[in-house]
T-cell receptor, first 116, second 113 residues
Framework: GAVVSQHPSRVICKSGTSVKIECRSLDFQATTMFWYRQFPKQSLMLMATSNEGSKATYEQGVEKDKFLINHASLTLSTLTVTSAHPEDSSFYIC????????????FGSGTRLTVV | QKEVEQDPGPLSVPEGAIVSLNCTYSNSAFQYFMWYRQYSRKGPELLMYTYSSGNKEDGRFTAQVDKSSKYISLFIRDSQPSDSATYLCAMSVSLAAGNKLTFGGGTRVLVKP
C-alpha cells in the first residue's frame, strides 16, 4: 500500500527558532498533500492544502507567514514553523493523496513539536 | 455547530464485546465516508470506507451509512485489547485530487482484557 514518511518524529526547539518538517510519499506521486495539527485528545485540524508547484491553500485562521509550506516535487512537501513559540507545541501530521486509489488519503506518522 | 459530531468517549468495553461508534453530520452533500484508527502519537490509518448509504463488512468491522439521518456507524465485533485506540470518522463531498476530508473529533476506545 501507499506509504508516507514524515520526519522528524519528534523535535524540541528553542523559542524563536524555526523548525522544518518533511513529508514524503515513498511509492507514489502526490500532487496534493495536507498538513494537520492535533492537540492532545482532539481531532485533526486541517492547516493547509499543499499543491505541487503552486502556493498552498491555508485554512481560515492559519498564519501563512508562520507556517510556511513548500511542495516542490511530487513526492515531498515541507512545513516550516517559523519563529516558534511554546503555543506552537503540538502534533503535526501530513497526509498525501494517492490518486491511484479512490480513498487514497495516507497519513504520515506525525511529528511531535515541543517549543521550550 | 461542528460539521461532524463524534462522542469523544472514552468508551470502555471488555474484551470480546462489540464496540459501537457513530458520527452525525450536517452537510447533506457528503457522499464518501471513512473510518480511521489512530494509536497514540501515530498517524491515522484507514480502516473502512463507504460510498453513499448502505453497509459494508470487512472481517470484524462493519460500517453503516444512513444518509437520510446523516448518521454513520462503525461496529467492531469480538473486540481485542489491540483495538484500543482513537477512532476518527471522516467524510468528503468529493474524492477529487485536492478535496479535503472533514473529520469528527474522534472517540477513544479502551478494550480491557
Amino acid at each position: 500500500g501507499a506509504v508516507v514518511s514524515q520526519h522528524p518524529s519528534r523535535v524540541i526547539c528553542k523559542s524563536g527558532t524555526s523548525v522544518k518538517i518533511e513529508c514524503r510519499s515513498l511509492d507514489f506521486q502526490a500532487t496534493t498533500m495536507f498538513w494537520y495539527r492535533q492537540f492532545p485528545k482532539q481531532s485533526l485540524m486541517l492547516m493547509a492544502t499543499s499543491n505541487e508547484g503552486s502556493k498552498a491553500t491555508y485554512e481560515q485562521g492559519v498564519e501563512k507567514d508562520k507556517f510556511l509550506i513548500n511542495h516542490a516535487s511530487l513526492t515531498l512537501s515541507t512545513l516550516t514553523v517559523t519563529s516558534a513559540h511554546p503555543e506552537d507545541s503540538s502534533f503535526y501530521i501530513c497526509s498525501a493523496r494517492d490518486s491511484r486509489q479512490l480513498y487514497g488519503y495516507t497519513f504520515g506518522s506525525g511529528t511531535r513539536l515541543t517549543v521550550v | 455547530q461542528k460539521e461532524v459530531e463524534q462522542d469523544p468517549g472514552p468508551l470502555s468495553v471488555p474484551e470480546g464485546a462489540i464496540v459501537s461508534l457513530n458520527c452525525t453530520y450536517s452537510n447533506s452533500a457528503f457522499q464518501y465516508f471513512m473510518w480511521y484508527r489512530q494509536y497514540s502519537r501515530k498517524g491515522p490509518e484507514l480502516l473502512m470506507y463507504t460510498y453513499s448509504s448502505g453497509n459494508k463488512e470487512d472481517g470484524r468491522f462493519t460500517a453503516q451509512v444512513d444518509k437520510s439521518s446523516k448518521y454513520i456507524s462503525l461496529f467492531i465485533r469480538d473486540s481485542q485489547p489491540s483495538d484500543s485506540a482513537t477512532y476518527l470518522c471522516a467524510m468528503s463531498v468529493s474524492l477529487a485530487a485536492g478535496n479535503k476530508l472533514t473529520f469528527g473529533g474522534g472517540t477513544r476506545v479502551l478494550v480491557k482484557p
